[in-house]
């Protein structure tokens, strides 16, 4: 199957000779969630802003379902809803008729009932009348979605959808997201939040410096990253591992002090309960515990900040 949206030696540079996108190649599946990962000015908003035709590549070209960006504009960019970071919206003007207007804008005929479709969904329909002025900076956001999704749009782009927004509203997106899914939209979001990516994505792409170092399923990377680390921090420093404990998977460290015990997070049983046992019946006593997972933060630290860049 055709990629909904084919990236092809994609580059910027800005007028003032900043080159914010070194050359992006990158196929987005129909139907998926893509999130695009990537730390401040690592040219995330750049790159949509080149798919929705608001800034011009300085390379390469975008194709949306076959039709290039540039040349078949209209058609284009019909097929795309852009939810963009900042807030813009007529303050003066009813929920309602941004939302419609916006739909007015890329052709389409007026459909009072898909408008108060997506107004529900967004649990936007009690404010419908209300004037953009008095809601909400979360409202406000969810006006935005709708307005993106009023045209009915197959590719729908959220650019740090839940920046600075509330747990709730965070989790009202993404649930959101998944229903837009389940009809079919691909959604694309770029996010610095690791978390967002890990909970929502389907595929990752991390994005730093203007180059895009990893594109991958988000399964394969929690797979590579699956692993968890138990610190058992000890009473009385050990001279070396004993022999007995030779099932598990540890090691000694901090000059005998600190046994790190690496299990698997996805396997049902950790066997920690198992190793407390034996240390007990070792007679080896505990100070402190603690466990740390190995995340997809982890990898995406890892990737944004390698020495030789840091030179
Ligand atoms: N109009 C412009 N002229 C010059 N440089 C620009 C312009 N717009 C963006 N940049 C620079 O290009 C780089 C990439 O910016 P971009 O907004 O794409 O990053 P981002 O990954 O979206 O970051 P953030 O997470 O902060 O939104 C930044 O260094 C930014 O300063």
Same mark, same amino acid.
């Given at each position: 199957?055709?990629?909904?949206?084919?990236?092809?030696?994609?580059?910027?540079?800005?007028?003032?000779?900043?080159?914010?996108?070194?050359?992006?190649?990158?196929?987005?599946?129909?139907?998926?969630?893509?999130?695009?990962?990537?730390?401040?000015?690592?040219?995330?908003?750049?790159?949509?802003?080149?798919?929705?035709?608001?800034?011009?590549?300085?390379?390469?070209?975008?194709?949306?379902?076959?039709?290039?960006?540039?040349?078949?504009?209209?058609?284009?960019?019909?097929?795309?809803?852009?939810?963009?970071?900042?807030?813009?919206?007529?303050?003066?003007?009813?929920?309602?008729?941004?939302?419609?207007?916006?739909?007015?804008?890329?052709?389409?005929?007026?459909?009072?009932?898909?408008?108060?479709?997506?107004?529900?969904?967004?649990?936007?329909?009690?404010?419908?009348?209300?004037?953009?002025?008095?809601?909400?900076?979360?409202?406000?956001?969810?006006?935005?979605?709708?307005?993106?999704?009023?045209?009915?749009?197959?590719?729908?782009?959220?650019?740090?959808?839940?920046?600075?927004?509330?747990?709730?509203?965070?989790?009202?997106?993404?649930?959101?997201?998944?229903?837009?899914?389940?009809?079919?939209?691909?959604?694309?979001?770029?996010?610095?939040?690791?978390?967002?990516?890990?909970?929502?994505?389907?595929?990752?792409?991390?994005?730093?410096?203007?180059? +895009?170092? @990893?594109?991958?399923?988000?399964?394969? #990377?929690?797979?590579? !990253? =699956? &692993?968890?680390? *138990?610190? +058992?921090? @000890?009473?009385?420093?050990?001279?070396? #591992?004993?022999?007995? !404990? =030779? &099932?598990?998977? *540890?090691? +000694?460290?901090?000059?005998?002090?600190?046994?790190?015990?690496?299990?698997?997070?996805?396997?049902?049983?950790?066997?920690?309960?198992?190793?407390?046992?034996?240390?007990?019946?070792?007679?080896?006593?505990?100070?402190?515990?603690?466990?740390?997972?190995?995340?997809?933060?982890?990898?995406?630290?890892?990737?944004?900040?390698?020495?030789?860049?840091?030179?």
């Amino acid at each position: 199957m055709q990629p909904i949206i084919q990236i092809q030696g994609v580059g910027k540079t800005y007028d003032s000779g900043f080159s914010a996108l070194k050359s992006i190649d990158l196929e987005i599946r129909r139907g998926e969630i893509f999130a695009l990962l990537g730390p401040n000015g690592a040219g995330k908003t750049t790159l949509i802003s080149i798919i929705c035709g608001i800034v011009n590549a300085s390379a390469g070209r975008v194709l949306a379902d076959g039709m290039d960006i540039v040349q078949d504009y209209r058609q284009a960019r019909s097929l795309i809803g852009l939810v963009p970071q900042e807030l813009t919206t007529d303050a003066f003007e009813t929920v309602w008729d941004t939302v419609s207007f916006s739909r007015g804008l890329f052709g389409k005929p007026a459909d009072p009932a898909y408008i108060e479709k997506v107004l529900r969904q967004l649990s936007l329909w009690d404010k419908r009348n209300a004037k953009m002025l008095a809601l909400s900076g979360g409202m406000k956001r969810r006006v935005m979605i709708a307005k993106a999704l009023s045209h009915e749009p197959s590719i729908l782009f959220l650019d740090e959808p839940t920046a600075g927004v509330d747990v709730e509203l965070r989790r009202d997106m993404w649930e959101m997201v998944r229903g837009l899914r389940e009809n079919g939209v691909t959604v694309i979001l770029t996010t610095h939040y690791i978390e967002e990516a890990e909970e929502m994505a389907d595929r990752i792409g991390v994005i730093n410096r203007g180059e +895009l170092i @990893l594109v991958e399923e988000k399964e394969m #990377l929690m797979q590579q !990253l =699956g &692993q968890k680390q *138990l610190y +058992l921090m @000890l009473q009385t420093p050990l001279d070396a #591992l004993p022999a007995s !404990l =030779g &099932q598990y998977n *540890l090691s +000694l460290n901090d000059e005998g002090t600190q046994l790190t015990y690496t299990f698997d997070a996805h396997h049902e049983t950790s066997g920690i309960a198992e190793l407390l046992r034996s240390l007990s019946e070792l007679g080896i006593d505990l100070k402190d515990l603690q466990s740390k997972q190995s995340s997809l933060e982890e990898i995406f630290v890892s990737l944004v900040h390698r020495p030789e860049e840091s030179a």
